[in-house]
């Protein structure tokens, strides 16, 4: 399944919710918000499932963004459209652990110094233990928010399409009457969701086998 254009996304929700292929035009303001709360189910997760499991989010190789920000203070800022760090290293390309902060500041307090190897969120920025330098540069990777399918078909979209479909449709259900499709939806949007995330995850590990070779 793929799609040219958000109006063409937007007019083959539309068709499946009216169940005809001459949809009306009528609610198109509402349905772009329909869609949004399906973009926002896809990145952050939710609850809507009868039984009250959480479902989600998808964490795909294309929503991630390279980071680079300068430390000072002990700090860095984490970018305003990070969902979730995936990896930080500092000039010596160590990859830090990624802690708590309350775990963070209570070692912190015990450190007098030393290459920095934990790093934690603590608000807007990303704090250190031992303490980092000022002249240093935070690198990494980063899960980025994806741009509104309004605004651009993005690649995490193209690459998963129907998980999409299906998150609007199961957002759609209630505030169209249709609380009687949810079960059906919601469950072709938990299993695309399953396969997207498997897949995510075969992308990596599915290449081969750490083998020991003998000497």
């Known amino acids: 399944m793929n799609f040219s254009s958000y109006e063409e996304f937007r007019h083959r929700l539309l068709m499946l ?14 349905l772009d918000t329909m869609i949004g709360l399906g973009e926002g189910l896809v990145h952050y997760g939710g609850n809507f499932a009868a039984d009250g499991r959480s479902i ?12 680079s920000a300068p430390i000072a203070d002990n700090a860095a800022p ?10 930080l290293w500092l000039a010596d390309g160590a990859p830090l652990e990624i802690v708590a902060e309350r775990d963070l500041r209570t070692r912190l307090r015990h450190v007098g110094g030393g290459v920095p190897r934990k790093a934690a969120q603590a608000g807007d920025s990303i704090i250190f233990s031992p303490a980092a330098a000022d002249d240093e540069v935070l690198s990494g990777r980063y899960y980025a928010r994806p741009a509104a ?3 651009e078909l993005h690649p995490t979209f193209q690459r998963y399409p129907e998980l999409y479909l ?18 059906v939806w919601g469950a072709a949007y938990s299993q695309l969701l399953d396969q997207a995330n498997r897949q995510e995850r075969m992308r990596v590990s ?9 000497r």
Request: charged share 25%; glycine share 6%; net charge negative.
């Open 17 to 30: 919710i009216e169940e005809t292929d001459e949809p009306s035009t009528d609610n198109i303001t509402s």
């Open 78 to 87: 984490v970018p305003d459209d990070c969902l979730e760090l995936a990896i």
């Open 149 to 151: 399918l309004k605004d």
């Open 56 to 67: 989600g989010p998808l964490r795909a190789s294309s929503m991630q963004a390279d980071l």
């Open 166 to 183: 299906y998150a609007a449709l199961a957002s759609a259900a209630p505030f169209y009457g249709m609380e009687h499709k949810l079960p």
């Open 206 to 214: 599915a290449g081969g086998r750490l083998r020991q070779v003998s």
